[in-house]
């Protein structure tokens, strides 16, 4: 019982931030919530990585420190698991977090990596990223 209202927190969390587009910016709290799921350690790698996105993205304005620390976590977990979207969506925010935070040339190096993988990868239907 207790984990299947664990997961639905996840859900709802990760519903809520696709639906609404990206509420942590209107709400520290939710941003709490997924540190607190993700501390948890009963999340799988999939569900860490997703919460992990979350994370970095709706702290990428507001704190870009943080966003780059939970951008790289991410990055560490999609590249073990193979998530080759979830790695370009992490070097997305890490590239992102450097550009907000005046570090041009980290920047460039993240956005370089992006733009590699998305040329050369392909997903599962042939795709390009």
Do not use: W
């Not at 540190?35 to 992990?52: C, F, P, R």
């Not at 907000?100 to 190096?109: I, W």
Request: proline letters at 2%; a negative charge.
């Amino acid at each position: 019982m207790k984990s299947h209202l664990h997961k639905n927190l996840v859900s709802l969390l990760l519903l809520a931030s696709t639906a609404f587009g990206s509420p942590f910016h209107l709400c520290g709290q939710t941003l709490d919530s997924l540190e607190q799921v993700l501390s948890t350690g009963k999340l799988n790698n999939a569900e860490k990585i997703d919460v992990y996105k979350d994370l970095a993205l709706g702290y990428i304005n507001d704190d870009p420190s943080r966003s780059k620390s939970f951008s790289t976590e991410g990055l560490i977990l999609a590249k073990e698991a193979g998530d080759r979207k979830s790695e370009s969506v992490l070097l997305y925010y890490l590239r992102s977090s450097y550009y907000v935070s005046d570090v041009y040339d980290s920047a460039a190096v993240y956005f370089d990596k992006m733009i590699y993988m998305a040329r050369n990868e392909r997903d599962d239907e042939g795709a390009l990223l």
